[in-house]
Structures are given as structure tokens and as C-alpha cells.
């Protein structure tokens, strides 16, 4: 029995050292919303084609990662909703236990909207509703590849020369890749500076996804 446990808390471990590497968090966090290349992967992250996919490599000998080549590219995609799942219950034990995260989150994120974040399932009544514009922050290919219904897709670049576009007198939601993605924050304190009700919803299109609520694809 000693030997099990063992050989099974070593089994665990190896998902504990794929994820103990900022780069491959940031990876998963962009596959969740859609699959990439391993160049636009490399792109997006910033990062060496070279050392992204060393990082995928660890990512996908785990399971966390699943790949399909077409033609001459490899591409990559998050294997299943439960990795999402796994990341976002990471994201909470750090915020609850981690005094740096929170220092981090009240230095750049508070600090531009100090309001509580709407819930999923309050948003999806306001959106049944009609009460509510949701915009999708994310670059244009993220939303096309799947967004909330009804969501509007205005990437920050182009929220300025849209304001026009927006019914000023309905409220608006804003939201990103995830609960601490700076698009969602930012879009937000630009339309209250312009004098628009905005809030953002309280994580992003992968934990909406996973949770089970319903999703539209660009035609």
C-alpha cells in the first residue's frame, strides 16, 4: 500500500512540474482560447519557436496539451475543460494563499476597477434578458474561434473609435481570456471615463466555456 501511494503522489507530481513554469501557464492560458500553432503560439507568448515547443513538449507528455499536425503545422489545443478547471482552482489557492498575488492584482488590476465582478449566472439572466451589451475584448480570431452569445467583439485598439456604437443608456459587460486579463479591466475604466455603466464578468470565455454555458461561433 505505501508503495501505491507513492508511486501515485509521483504520478501527480508530474502535472505539478509541468505547470510550475510561467511561460507554459501563459501558453495554456492562450490555448484555451483557441488551438495554435506552434509558431503563432511562439508569437502570441512571446517566446522562441525553439523554447515554445520544448514547453509544449512537457505540456503534452502529461496530458495537458493535445497536438494534430495539417500538412507542414503542428497545432495545439488544451486536451480537455478540466484543464481550465485545474488552472482556475490554482488561480484561487493563489489569491488565497499567495500575498503576492494579491499585492499584484491591487497594483495593477484594482486599482482600475475596484468593483465586484458580475457571476456567471447573473450575466446569463441579463443576456436572456436583454439588459445587458456583453463585448468581447480578445483579438478577432479568439472570438471568431468561440464567444458569449450575443457578444460584440471590440478588441481594446478599436474600443475608442466604437463608443458611438454603444447604446449609452444599457449597461455594458466587458470580458477577456481570464479572471486577471488586463483587456477586460481596462476596457471597463475607459467606458466609465466616457460615461458608460460598465462591469466585467468575474473570469473569462474558457471558465464560461467549461462551466457549461452556452457558446456561439463566428459564421
Known amino acids: 500500500m505505501s508503495e501505491f501511494k507513492h508511486n501515485i503522489f509521483e504520478q501527480f507530481a ?17 490555448l484555451a482560447q483557441r488551438e495554435r ?5 511562439a508569437r502570441v507568448a512571446g517566446l522562441s519557436v525553439a523554447n515554445t515547443s520544448q514547453h509544449l513538449q512537457q505540456l503534452r507528455q502529461v496530458g495537458l496539451v493535445s497536438s494534430v499536425k495539417r500538412g507542414l503545422q503542428v497545432f495545439y489545443r488544451v486536451s480537455s475543460d478540466d484543464v481550465v478547471e ?4 490554482m488561480r484561487c489557492v493563489a489569491e488565497n494563499h499567495l500575498a503576492e ?27 436572456e434578458q436583454g439588459l445587458v451589451t456583453v463585448i468581447d475584448v480578445r ?40 479572471a486577471h486579463c488586463v483587456y477586460s479591466y481596462n476596457a471597463v475604466q475607459q467606458l466609465r471615463e466616457r460615461g458608460f455603466s460598465a462591469s466585467r464578468l468575474e473570469d473569462g470565455f474558457p471558465e464560461w466555456k467549461g462551466a457549461g454555458y452556452p457558446v456561439e461561433l463566428s459564421a
Open 14 to 30: 508530474r502535472i505539478g512540474k509541468a505547470l510550475s513554469n510561467g511561460n507554459r501557464l501563459q501558453m495554456l492560458e492562450f
Open 37 to 41: 500553432s506552434v509558431e503563432e503560439l
Open 86 to 89: 485545474l488552472m482556475r482552482v
Open 101 to 127: 498575488v494579491g499585492h499584484l492584482v491591487n497594483t495593477f488590476l484594482t486599482v482600475k476597477d475596484e468593483l465586484e465582478p458580475l457571476r456567471r449566472e447573473e450575466l446569463m439572466q441579463r443576456v
Open 139 to 178: 483579438p478577432a480570431e479568439e472570438y471568431a474561434a468561440g464567444h458569449l452569445p450575443g457578444a460584440v467583439n471590440i478588441p481594446p485598439q478599436e474600443l475608442e473609435q466604437r463608443l458611438q456604437l454603444l447604446d449609452a443608456g444599457q449597461e455594458i459587460v466587458a470580458y477577456c481570456r481570464g
